[in-house]
T-cell receptor, first 115, second 114 residues
Framework: AQSVTQLDSQVPVFEEAPVELRCNYS??????LFWYVQYPNQGLQLLLK??????LVKGINGFEAEFNKSQTSFHLRKPSVHISDTAEYFC?????????????FGQGTILTVHP | IAGITQAPTSQILAAGRRMTLRCTQD?????MYWYRQDLGLGLRLIHY???????GKGEVPDGYSVSRANTDDFPLTLASAVPSQTSVYFC?????????????FGPGTRLTVL
């Protein structure tokens, strides 16, 4: 079974600083990986996804993530954050096969951007 | 506006009572899902439906049931609520069951069981 681990429960940063939110996955088969963002009192929105091809994936709001098979990681990065990026971020994955559409989520990382 | 609606927004419920959380989508998506979100645990899949008329168990199905009588609606029922079911519940849908389909989420229902 696949598991997804987010290594940091909270990440505080100052505005305009770079940020990296870490995600590791475990799987013995090919994977599909996603990053979702949840703003306060809202549902989840898709930031980006990795299905195949280029290991560097660009998403909305200036975020990008890199799929690293050797390190089983899918870290999310942004070179310069804004106050509006304050939210909780979830890494999620699925392996396909009999796991069609059934996402496994990480525990979440709360990103707080300070002025 | 197309999307997913959930009702109620929040609910306080006495233990032992029956409760149905409603979920409706107007995107004609085939697949629908119910998740619960708990602090430090992320989202966990309760039940899912790949298409109208079929349902399946997720990671934490005990104490919950679902039905999928049509494409648009996917209600979640707690037959006899317990305090451990206090959580935020999210309904989601995707166009198909393939793993690469994006899941779209509703705004959530905050449920407190006393």
């Amino acid at each position: 079974a696949q598991s997804v681990t987010q290594l940091d429960s909270q990440v505080p940063v100052f505005e305009e600083a770079p940020v990296e939110l870490r995600c590791n996955y475990s799987s013995s088969v090919s994977v599909y990986l996603f990053w979702y963002v949840q703003y306060p009192n809202q549902g989840l929105q898709l930031l980006l996804k990795y299905l195949s091809g280029s290991t560097l994936v660009k998403g909305i709001n200036g975020f990008e993530a890199e799929f690293n098979k050797s390190q089983t990681s899918f870290h999310l990065r942004k070179p310069s954050v804004h106050i509006s990026d304050t939210a909780e971020y979830f890494c999620a994955g699925t392996t396909g096969g009999t796991s069609y559409g059934k996402l496994t989520f990480g525990q979440g990382t709360i990103l707080t951007v300070h002025p | 506006i197309a999307g997913i609606t959930q009702a109620p927004t929040s609910q306080i419920l006495a233990a032992g009572r029956r409760m149905t959380l409603r979920c409706t989508q107007d995107m004609r998506h085939n697949a629908m899902y119910w998740y619960r979100q708990d602090l430090g645990l992320g989202l966990r899949l309760i039940h899912y439906s790949n298409t109208a008329g079929t349902t399946g168990k997720g990671e934490v199905p005990d104490g919950y049931s679902v039905s999928r009588a049509n494409t648009d609606d996917f209600p979640l029922t707690l037959a006899s609520a317990v305090p451990s079911q206090t959580s935020v519940y999210f309904c989601a849908s995707s166009e198909g069951v393939s793993s690469y389909n994006e899941q779209f989420f509703g705004p959530g229902t905050r449920l407190t069981v006393l």
